[in-house]
């Protein structure tokens, strides 16, 4: 007989999920309702409301899509893009190469403008593509690169994209909740999200917001969307404004519950709060390490404050710091992606992982670890910078 499954409590300080809130397992544990229920319909009103606060935009199309956030990306691009669109791709990590294989897959054709690992996308490159490619319809970014921690110009590429008449596609995946995500402010046309980063809810639902243009943009296409569950015309007759919805799929009627109970808590709390907090703990997480003489891999002006990349010290076995943290201190960082692996680790605050306690317990542990380890870092002095950060 094979029994019940009864994870540990990890404290969760990778690039996602984040610890969820014991107020959201609590709401996904209410009693199921049916799907088109008066009352759940009444909840799905109050979701979009909440994420067009969460968004800041006042966009009708704005929706939690029932898959992750690859699914998110993946109804930004198989909804936009039409055999033959060109879009311009920028890559600083891993996830602008999946926005390639999105627009590729959807028979467009990506155009890559191409920046460092660690390095926000530049804007003067993204200028060039088009200057190149007056023709590009699209122009695709991620605002927040997970893989490595870096905060790229949303403002500043929207707007580029509306000067040459192109639509933008942005990945607000680990922003949203974290840092500013201002959909109306930066005239962004498709956005998504997820809602195990910053938003501290459990994996699983992608948060998605369209443009009154790129709504026109789908409305007018002549190619069927290559996708039957991710079709945003499909998806409207049950999510749509209107109080008769149709039947489209079963929603993740729980999934649904803790959803909005992360948005009220993130609500209550206020989005510039919620910012506040995500800095000061990552100041204070940041002095840290630095007094325990580990370099972070990014430029202090681009860092995310949510995602916090350490360059490994030298000799010190990745893989094997990571599993005495997990399995010692039941403590999650993540390990570095792509061509950052072995060379960083990824050291989450995301939602409510971002509390001073985290920050202590992950100084500690991390100090205890290397030491044993026996790398060069100095010890005694991370936790009085990091209460320094707090006392000021
Ligand atoms: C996590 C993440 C995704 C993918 O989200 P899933 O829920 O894992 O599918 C996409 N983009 C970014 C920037 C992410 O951090």
Known sequence: MTSSFFPPHRTLMGPGPSDVSPRVLGALSRP??????????????????????????????????????????????????????????????????????????????????????????????????????????????????TSTGVRSDAAALCNLARERGALSIVDTVTSLGGIDVDVDGWGADAVYSGTQKCLSCVPGIAPVTFSAQSVERIQKRTHKVQSWFLDMQLVMGYWGGSSKRAYHHTAPV?????????????????????????????????????????????????????????????GVDDAVVRGALLNDFNLEIGAGLGALAGKTWRIGLMGHSSNEQNVVACLNALEAVLGREGADITSGKALLAAKAVYAD
């Open 32 to 145: 199921t309702i049916g799907h088109l229920d008066p009352l759940f319909v009444k909840l799905m009103d109050e979701i979009k409301v909440l994420l067009q606060f969460a968004f800041k935009t006042g966009n009708e199309l704005t929706l939690p899509v029932s898959a992750p956030g690859s699914a998110g990306m993946e109804a930004c691009f198989v909804n936009l893009v039409s055999p033959g669109d060109k879009v311009i791709v920028c890559q600083n990590g891993v996830f602008g190469g999946r926005m390639k294989e999105n627009v590729e897959r959807s028979g467009g054709v990506a155009v890559m403008v191409e920046d460092e690992w660690g390095r926000p996308v530049s804007v003067e490159k993204a200028t060039a593509a088009f200057d190149q490619h007056p023709d590009a319809a699209i122009l695709a970014f991620v605002h927040a690169e």
């Open 254 to 314: 729980n999934a649904l519950y803790a959803l909005h109970e992360a948005l009220v808590i993130l609500q209550e709390e206020g989005l510039e709060a919620s910012f506040r907090r995500h800095r000061r703990n990552h100041e204070a997480l940041v002095a840290g390490l630095e007094a325990m003489g580990l370099a972070m891999a990014v430029a202090p002006e681009d860092r995310l404050p949510q995602l916090n990349s350490v360059l490994i010290p030298a």
